[in-house]
């Protein structure tokens, strides 16, 4: 059995703080790209919750980052295939129904 690694939502929320000041967006902007408060977004920042799986695809996709960096530090920051279909799932509002 593989040992599981510890979640750290204060590294968690440093990542996406460091994300999204990477792409030059403020809390505001990137609230408003996912359809979410501010307060949300910097409860994340700050380690105080964690995004849900539809918050964290919204993330890899408005910050083009990896979900393996935003949770554990992958510092390759590269989507992988599995990420491009959830994010053009994502795109195409499958996971988003209107």
């Not at 040992?3 to 990542?15: C, E, L, S």
């Not at 408003?32 to 919750?49: P, R």
């Not at 910050?63 to 279909?85: C, M, N, P």
């Amino acid at each position: 059995m593989a040992k599981h690694q510890k979640v750290d939502a204060h590294a968690i929320g440093r990542r996406i703080a460091e994300a999204r000041k990477d792409k030059k967006l403020t809390g505001q902007q990137l609230a408003d790209a996912l359809g979410i408060t501010k307060s949300a977004v910097s409860q994340w920042e700050t380690g105080q919750t964690f995004p849900d799986f539809k918050g964290l695809v919204g993330l890899c996709v408005e910050l083009q980052v990896s979900a393996d960096f935003i949770i554990w530090g992958d510092t390759s920051r590269a989507l992988s295939a599995t990420e491009r279909k959830l994010v053009e799932l994502f795109r195409t509002e499958k996971l988003n129904p209107q």
